[in-house]
């Protein structure tokens, strides 16, 4: 089946701040307190999109949230009218605040997990709205998520949305889930990735549950669903999602060596179920765990053109690692199955925790499905330059930790998503 990839990047929103409310993230935590830059992030990301679609990619747009979010505040306790919950929440309760006040949707990679139509029972792309139940400020984001999934992938002919797990059982999407297969349209395997506690100190945020359940209620055979552990090395050094490690397209796996527990085991169960993979490991001893952390190396977007070329997609910080850029140098073009590396700027969101990857949602279709996908969610160069515009004109310039206090802010914050939703034709959804 003739199928392409549309990738869904979150629109940095305008409340994006440094509130470093992610713990096990080494970048979030690191960059806490700083002054953000709203409309610097969210023009990078729009820079990402138009660069993307130059490239001749479909790309795909996922709407910030509803920030301050006085819904879930209200839902806390606290009543009045909006400014009243907001500033008695302020007042009473700060670290309920910065979680309702966080961009984090940004991060589609973590809106979803999708099963396109090859892989499944009922021959429907699935998509599994994530939980997100381990961090507060994330938690907050499934309803809207839903609300905006619903409405890009309403025909059920070719669609099917599944809501958020139960909470006790931690679920962060697409982000710990990888896909191997021969191309995109053909039936391929699914690698759930999970995480277990052990000693480390930072949270395993995926479990092996949510996995398994994603796969049942996708309708998925037993050979086309592998699940795999993360290393414990990798939580501990901050790699608190599997796609700061790994990332796989078509029939490429893209991987450091220590992103797998047991990791050859783990290479020859996809082998066997996937035999034409071709496993791309860095080593340790060319890159360290901690700089391809650093780095983002494997946060990378690892896409195919329209001419069958597969292109690495990496944050700016690749090219200012040594390690990183001389492995990417000697292992890329040529004879090497990623044919070149493009570099793209998205330093507000890396100093937040979240590279190329992270703000992505991947969905594999076949052109009578995107045909059916909402458009007002699919992009293009006109569409590029009326973001821009709205960003340079709606979103802040700058957020210090002590504007967050300020009506003026959230209400600045508030009217610019309302500008993004009409000009996008969404004022009438309950989004």
């Not at 078509?250 to 179920?273: G, M, S």
């Amino acid at each position: 089946m003739a199928m392409r990839e549309v990738n869904f990047d979150g629109l940095i929103g305008p409340s994006h701040n440094y509130a470093g409310l992610s713990l096990g993230n080494i970048a979030s935590s690191s960059n806490a307190g700083d002054v953000s830059h709203p409309r610097k992030a969210a023009l990078q990301g729009v820079a990402k999109m138009r660069r993307m679609i130059e490239l001749g990619l479909l790309q795909g747009i996922l709407l910030p949230h509803d920030r301050p979010n006085v819904a879930w505040l209200r839902k806390l306790g606290f009543s009045g009218n909006d400014e009243d919950v907001l500033a008695r929440a302020w007042r009473e309760e700060k670290h309920l605040f910065v979680n309702a006040f966080s961009a984090s949707p940004m991060w589609t990679a973590n809106a979803a997990t999708v099963s396109p139509s090859p892989d499944t029972s009922d021959g429907r792309c699935h998509l599994s709205v994530a939980n997100l139940s381990t961090m507060l400020h994330r938690s907050n984001e499934p309803a809207q998520t839903e609300r905006q999934l619903l409405l890009a992938f309403s025909e059920s002919a070719h669609f099917a949305v599944h809501g958020p797990l139960p909470g006790h059982i931690g679920d962060e999407g697409a982000a710990n889930f990888m896909r191997v297969g021969p191309s995109h349209g053909a039936a391929s395997l699914e690698i759930f990735v999970y995480g277990l506690q052990g000693d480390n100190a930072f949270p395993a945020r995926q479990s092996d549950a949510a996995g398994r359940a994603i796969a049942r209620r996708h309708g998925l055979a037993d050979l086309r669903q592998l699940h795999v552990q993360q290393s414990s090395a990798a939580i501990a050094a901050g790699a608190f999602h599997n796609d700061v490690v790994a990332v796989a397209n078509e029939n490429v796996l893209f991987t450091h060596e220590q992103a797998f527990e047991k990791q050859n085991e783990v290479y020859a169960e996809i082998r066997e179920c996937a035999r034409d993979t071709i496993i791309l490991e860095v080593p340790t001893t060319a890159v360290s765990l901690d700089e391809a952390i650093k780095s983002y190396l494997f946060n990378s977007k690892l896409v195919t053109l329209p001419d069958g070329a597969m292109i690495l997609v990496v944050p700016g910080e690749c090219r200012e690692s040594p390690s990183v850029w001389q492995w990417l140098c000697d292992n890329t073009g040529g004879d090497h199955p990623v044919s070149d590396v493009e570099v793209v700027e998205v330093r507000e969101s890396m100093r937040n925790g979240g590279g190329p990857a992270c703000l992505r949602l991947r969905v594999a279709a076949s052109e009578a499905a995107i045909a059916a996908i909402d458009s007002r969610f699919l992009i293009d160069e006109r569409k590029c330059d009326l973001l821009a515009h709205i960003i340079e004109t709606q979103w802040p310039e700058r957020i210090s930790p002590t504007d967050l206090s300020s009506p003026d802010l959230w209400a600045e914050c508030r009217h610019a998503r309302l500008s993004l939703l009409d000009a996008l034709n969404f004022a009438s959804d309950e989004l």
